[in-house]
């Protein structure tokens, strides 16, 4: 199991410029998230999908879109980057654990600069 | 608006040494509380969680300690070893609930020094 992936790993956009993150995950998973990590801010939830079909904003969406193609793949898209999202930006899934819990896994992340 | 407050920022330990990491949150409904740890360059990753059922988890030499009257709960590290300096973030979520969501703590950098 490869486990979460995302692609590409680096990025640098001038302002203005768009993109689209890249998720997947290989764990039938129904449940995925985007997150940004910013030094002192701990990690920010900006979109999520519950299951194949549905999406819903985090805490901080504005500035992206997302799309859950399958249950695998779960993109965010930057239209018009700005300087403020410049980040690290982490794809996750969440799998449901014997006793009412749930552990959420990670990809390696996207170092996103925007100039 | 950050519902779930961690203390402190960053912490140096030495070997074998306790580390001690504190969190703090606003909302009652939260009912599962886990802890990640993430190294340098990689993804967070579960360590240890807990529900607000028991009082204290033990896994190894990690312990949540957790005080529901005051909302808040903490990371233990029991002999600190070189090689858990990381990022350690707390987290709060309502288990149960379709894509239910995870609100972090700001995260803790930890150094244990040889």
């Known amino acids: 199991n490869a486990g979460v992936t995302q692609t590409p790993k680096f990025q640098v956009l001038k302002t203005g410029q768009s993109m689209t993150l890249q998720c997947a995950q290989d764990?039938?998973?129904?449940?995925m998230y985007w997150y940004r990590q910013d030094p002192g801010m701990g990690l920010r939830l900006i979109y999520y999908?519950?299951?194949?079909?549905?999406?819903d904003k985090g805490e901080v969406p504005n500035g992206y879109n997302v799309s859950r193609l399958n249950k695998r793949e779960f993109s965010l898209r930057l239209e018009s980057a700005a300087p403020s999202q410049t980040s690290v930006y982490f794809c996750a899934s969440k799998e449901r654990l014997a006793g009412g819990g749930d552990e959420q896994f990670f990809g390696p992340g996207t170092r996103l600069t925007v100039l | 608006q950050q519902q779930v407050k961690q203390s402190p920022q960053s912490l140096i330990v030495q070997k074998g040494g306790i580390s001690i990491i504190n969190c703090a949150y606003e909302?009652?409904?939260?009912?599962?509380f886990p802890w990640y740890q993430q190294f340098p360059g990689k993804g967070p990753a579960l360590l240890i969680a807990?529900?607000?059922?028991?009082s204290e988890k033990k896994e190894g030499r990690f312990t949540i300690s957790f005080n529901k009257s005051a909302k808040q709960f903490s990371l233990h590290i029991m002999d600190s070893q070189p090689g858990d300096s990381a990022t350690y973030f707390c987290?709060?979520?309502?288990?149960?609930?379709?894509?239910?969501?995870?609100?972090f703590g700001e995260g803790t950098q930890l150094t244990v020094n040889p």
């Open positions: 764990m039938n998973h129904n449940s």
């Open positions: 807990i529900r607000p059922d028991v």
């Open positions: 909302n009652t409904a939260f009912d599962y």
């Open positions: 987290a709060a979520s309502r288990r149960g609930l379709p894509g239910s969501r995870l609100t």
């Open positions: 999908s519950a299951s194949e079909g549905t999406t």
